[in-house]
């Protein structure tokens, strides 16, 4: 199979991207990939294993309202379409699997869809309630109505639409899609990118990391606010944030640290790979999540309580709708979205008690042995064949599950 994905994000980076392209590349097929350029040193077209890319634009994290956000947008959309109508014209793509954000990405897919290749639009995140906890304005309805027609339009243009967790599909359905059309992929986490890895740090302190986006949402302030009651009763104990997004937040949380005086103890550390991701993980004591429940934070699901099981890292977590959803108490620690003294206690219950630590690091190695995509891909396989032979007939594909 011939397969094309078109993703707004850096390749490397995001996980959810690689485990599809990985995944079909390893069983043969041939895969590109036409996103943002990456922070490697590489720059235009290359290849990441057996995955071709093509990297076209490059983005700065510093979008401070809606329309040099959109623009940027817009950019991506016109010179993906335009690469992706050469490349189709050369490789007859089978498949085009195209990633939001923006929803209307999926138009850059016009030409193969026109000329009978099956197309996906993958929703990583529904972009109206993203929308309307990331900008606020005066015209966040009007913005926000406008989202969603998008959403309407960009999915029908589709032949079926993934979404990533259970709670956005049942709104999908609800308002864009039809229910036989539209199928569930969490994010599962990859165990040939997080392998189990050997804990090398012996510098006795107490490492609690968060590794991910700076967004309001991710309430990374009531961590920050937790952590320093955390280090009054732990002592040497420090705060890793990996990742970045926002900068306007982000400096508001390293003012937040000058207030509490914890500038030795709460570390920014920027971004890394994913697979130097699983290291840094392996060697931190405690996982934690602090996410808002409000509109959005309620309902994304944490992509990263599944990778710290995955090296066996203890997670606290809120409790959100959608983490209570998918996981229980015991399989993760749990307190109260928004409250700092909840989250204080919890961490603190992990650290002193032994006990509940191994047993959370158990049912986390179980959970992810039963949820990892390994296990899942198979369903991907199905789905992405059943479209080929939607598009070229039976006789034409004469694809089994797993086989290219």
């Known amino acids: 199979m011939k397969v094309c994905m078109l993703a707004y994000t850096e390749y490397e980076r995001d996980n959810r991207v690689r485990r599809y392209a990985e995944a079909l590349a390893k069983r043969g097929d041939q895969v590109d990939i036409i996103s943002l ?127 990533s967790n259970d709670l956005w599909r049942e709104t999908l359905v609800a308002r864009s899609v039809r229910s036989a059309d539209c199928s569930v992929f969490i994010n599962h986490v990859d165990t040939e ?61 390293k003012e937040l640290v000058r207030e509490l005086r914890l500038e030795g103890a709460v570390k920014f550390c920027g971004a890394v790979s994913l697979d130097q991701m699983a290291e840094v993980m392996a060697n931190a004591d405690l996982g934690v999540v602090p996410k808002r429940a409000d509109a959005f934070g309620n309902e ?49 219950d992990i650290a002193r008690d032994g006990n509940l630590r191994e047993s959370l690091v158990q049912s986390g190695y179980d959970y992810v042995e039963q949820n990892c995509w390994d296990v899942k891909k198979k369903e991907y396989f199905n789905l992405v064949d059943s479209l080929r032979k939607l598009h070229h007939g039976e006789a034409g594909s004469g694809l089994q599950e797993g086989t290219s």
Do not use: C
């Open 300 to 348: 994304a699901y944490s992509t990263k309580i599944m990778e710290f099981m995955s090296q066996g890292i203890p997670v606290v977590a809120s409790e959100t709708k959608i983490d209570a959803y998918y996981f229980r108490e015991g399989v993760v620690h749990f307190f109260k979205s928004g409250d700092v003294d909840g989250m204080t206690r919890a961490m603190l």
């Open 37 to 163: 350029e990456g922070s490697h040193s590489r720059s235009g077209n290359g290849e990441v294993g057996a995955v071709k890319v093509y990297e076209i634009q490059k983005r700065d994290l510093n979008e401070r309202g809606v329309w040099s956000y959109a623009r940027r947008q817009l950019s991506f959309l016109a010179r993906s379409s335009a690469l992706l109508t050469r490349l189709h014209h050369r490789n007859a793509y089978d498949l085009v699997h195209v990633h939001n954000i923006p929803d209307f990405l999926v138009f850059a897919a016009w030409y193969p869809r026109m000329t009978g290749s099956a197309i996906i639009l993958d929703i990583h995140d529904i972009v109206p309630e993203l929308f309307a906890n990331k900008f606020k304005s005066r015209l966040s309805k009007l913005y926000v109505g406008m989202l969603r027609t998008m959403e309407k339009a960009s999915a029908r243009f589709a032949d079926h639409v993934i979404v």
């Open 193 to 253: 990118v997080f392998k189990r890895k050997t804990r090398s740090r012996r510098d006795g302190h107490f490492v609690v990391l968060f590794p991910g986006t700076f967004q309001w949402h991710q309430g990374l302030d009531i961590g920050i606010r937790a952590f320093a009651k955390f280090k009054e009763e732990v002592g040497d104990a420090e705060f890793h944030l990996y990742g970045g997004g926002n900068l306007t937040i982000e400096s508001e949380l």
